[in-house]
């Protein structure tokens, strides 16, 4: 088992940056791929950005891509998304996962997930 615990979330105006952190704990020694998703209001959940155990392999959704950051340190068992030039549709609950270590945008794929860190952007 692994459980994930995100923070960094909060309220900020168009174009400003937050970085939010995924802390693992538990069978944090398996190999996992890290994922985030999030999910709007009214929305489905939707897949942001993934890195591969190794972080040399990471992936982006087209709505994020060259704004958003994906990250690890696997000897402190977190991973970081680095989110800059933020926008209203940014607005969403993040949800950091973690999941075989293949790079893959399906939630179905994923077996441990956090329970979501608010992130409010205004205009």
């Known amino acids: 088992q692994v459980q994930l615990v995100e923070s960094g979330g909060g309220l900020v105006q168009a174009g400003g940056s937050l970085r939010l952190s995924c802390a693992a704990s538990?069978?944090?020694?398996?190999?996992?791929?890290m994922g985030w998703f999030r999910q709007a209001p009214g929305k489905e959940r939707e897949f942001v950005a993934v890195i591969s155990w190794s972080g040399t392999s990471t992936y982006y959704a087209d709505s994020v891509k060259g704004r958003f950051t994906i990250s690890r340190d696997n000897a402190k068992s977190a991973v970081y998304l680095q989110m800059n030039s933020l926008k209203p549709e940014d607005t969403a609950v993040y949800y950091c996962?973690?999941?075989?270590?293949?790079?893959?945008?399906?939630?179905?794929?994923?077996?441990?997930w956090g329970q979501g860190t608010q992130v409010t952007v205004s205009s």
């Open positions: 538990g069978r944090t020694s398996s190999r996992y791929a």
């Open positions: 996962a973690a999941g075989r270590d293949v790079i893959t945008t399906m939630s179905r794929h994923y077996d441990y």
